[in-house]
């Protein structure tokens, strides 16, 4: 998320949490949001930049950190056992 300060990191990592729940379908706290929305951003800008894309400013930058986010929650989902 390069191009946006620490303040704007934080709301768009709560912005990219709270759509991913929203996606996937789970239902997390403000803070489990927060969490989930910038280890998203690190993994969706680890995964742009290797594919060539960059993120300069908000707009771009959430739509990574929500696909990252995403992801996250998907590959979570995966290893979590399902309880019956």
Same mark, same amino acid.
């Given at each position: 998320?390069?191009?946006?300060?620490?303040? $704007?990191?934080?709301?768009?990592?709560?912005? $990219?949490?709270?759509?991913?729940?929203?996606?996937?379908? !789970?239902?997390?706290?403000? *803070?489990?949001?927060?969490?989930?929305?910038?280890?998203? $951003?690190?993994?969706?800008?680890?995964? $742009?930049?290797? *594919?060539?894309?960059?993120?300069?400013?908000? *707009?771009?930058?959430? *739509?990574?950190?929500?696909?990252?986010?995403?992801?996250?929650?998907?590959?979570?989902?995966?290893?979590?056992? !399902? !309880?019956?």
């Amino acid at each position: 998320m390069t191009g946006v300060g620490i303040i $704007a990191a934080i709301i768009i990592g709560i912005a $990219a949490g709270w759509i991913a729940e929203k996606v996937m379908h !789970r239902n997390h706290g403000l *803070l489990t949001n927060l969490i989930v929305g910038v280890v998203g $951003a690190f993994l969706g800008s680890f995964i $742009a930049t290797a *594919l060539g894309f960059g993120s300069s400013g908000i *707009l771009p930058s959430l *739509l990574i950190a929500t696909l990252g986010a995403i992801l996250l929650l998907f590959l979570v989902g995966l290893f979590q056992r !399902r !309880r019956v």
